[in-house]
Nanobody, 126 residues
Framework: QVRLVESGGGLVQAVGSLRLSCAAS????????MGWFRQAPGKEREFVAL????????AYADSVKGRFTISRDNVKNTVYLQMNSLKPEDTAVYYC???????????????????WGQGTQVTVSS
């Protein structure tokens, strides 16, 4: 059974930093893209960042470019999200996702086998 477990969320003041981790178990994702999404209250879940299987390619939402950095450790089967210069609008539940692919019609990313973590809350106070 595949499990994705996020950690590292919490309450932080604006311009502060947090580092999220997502540990995968049940299968290795060393050959798959992994990433992060987030969902704020009353809003749809949105893409945040993606990292390719080797870590050599990344993609970010425009809203987090230059502030967030995604990385991975394939030995530990873990993906990270370093979040700097946090803003109140970054407040959301952050979800890890694995085996990401891109929709041909819209170009948006989604986890092919619906591999999602349970989410971790990030709250940024002003």
């Amino acid at each position: 059974q595949v499990r994705l477990v996020e950690s590292g969320g919490g309450l932080v003041q604006a311009v502060g930093s947090l580092r999220l981790s997502c540990a995968a178990s049940g299968r290795t994702f060393s050959g798959s893209a992994m990433g992060w999404f987030r969902q704020a209250p009353g809003k749809e879940r949105e893409f945040v960042a993606l990292i390719g299987w080797s870590g050599g390619s990344t993609a970010y939402a425009d809203s987090v470019k230059g502030r967030f950095t995604i990385s991975r450790d394939n030995v530990k089967n873990t993906v990270y999200l370093q979040m700097n210069s946090l803003k109140p609008e970054d407040t959301a539940v952050y979800y890890c996702a694995a085996d990401l692919v891109r929709r041909l019609n819209s170009g948006t990313y989604y986890p092919r086998h619906d591999y999602w973590g349970q989410g971790t809350q990030v709250t940024v106070s002003s």
